[in-house]
Antibody, heavy 123, light 107 residues
């Protein structure tokens, strides 16, 4: 059974940076795309970013493009989200999600989720 | 971007009821449609992918159907553990987009 454990959340000032990490276990990591999805307080789900198994192909929501960077380390089974130039509207719980495979459409079908880590952007 | 519109946004139902939630896409998504369940303070749980395929371990009381731009999630007999918020998501085209959610509450 896949297990995903996020870390790195916290309180940061507007304009600051934060790096989230997700440690994966229980599946063959380098065969699955990985993604980040966020949920602002009291709001719905918003896809943020996705990385394919090789790490070279990355995709972003327009709301974070140019500010966030997703990466993965297949040797360690981790996926990270570097968040720069943070804004108040980035405040959310950030979930790490595993895709069911590495090629379309499985690479975009999320079958497991972590418990989330809270990011609060406030002065 | 593909807009996903869920209806209703909330509903009240009783244990044993049959519940249907609708999700409409602003354009065709080639049946690349998933459903998730989320309980308060918890992570989403994957229920259905490819419009109608159950994720491993998901009970058969959940079913999905649809085509083109209109899709439905049906819970055949609502149980206490099914009171939650349900989201649809298209994964045909980037950016991946979710519906606004449907909250299923106790009547």
């Amino acid at each position: 059974e896949a297990q995903l454990l996020e870390s790195g959340g916290g309180l940061v000032q507007p304009g600051g940076s934060l790096r989230l990490s997700c440690a994966a276990s229980g599946f063959i990591f380098d065969r699955s795309a990985m993604a980040w999805v966020r949920q602002a307080p009291g709001k719905g789900l918003e896809w943020v970013s996705l990385v394919l198994p090789g790490g070279g192909d990355t995709f972003y929501a327009d709301s974070v493009k140019g500010r966030f960077a997703i990466s993965r380390d297949n040797s360690k089974g981790t996926v990270s989200l570097q968040m720069n130039s943070l804004r108040a509207e980035d405040t959310a719980v950030y979930y790490c999600a595993k895709a069911s495979g590495g090629t379309f459409p499985q690479s975009r079908n999320f079958d497991s989720w972590g418990q989330g880590t809270l990011v609060t952007v406030s002065s | 971007d593909i807009q996903m519109t869920q209806s209703p946004s909330s509903l009240s139902a009783s244990v044993g009821d049959r519940v249907t939630i609708t999700c409409r896409a602003s354009q065709g998504i080639n049946n690349h449609l998933a459903w998730f369940q989320q309980k308060p303070g918890k992570a989403p749980k994957s229920l259905i992918y490819g419009t109608s395929s159950l994720q491993s371990g998901v009970p058969s009381k959940f079913s999905g159907s649809g085509s083109g731009t209109e899709f439905t999630l049906t819970i055949s007999s609502l149980q206490p553990e099914d009171f939650a918020t349900y989201y649809c998501q298209q994964y045909d085209t980037f950016p991946l987009t979710f519906g606004g959610g449907t909250k299923v509450e106790v009547k």
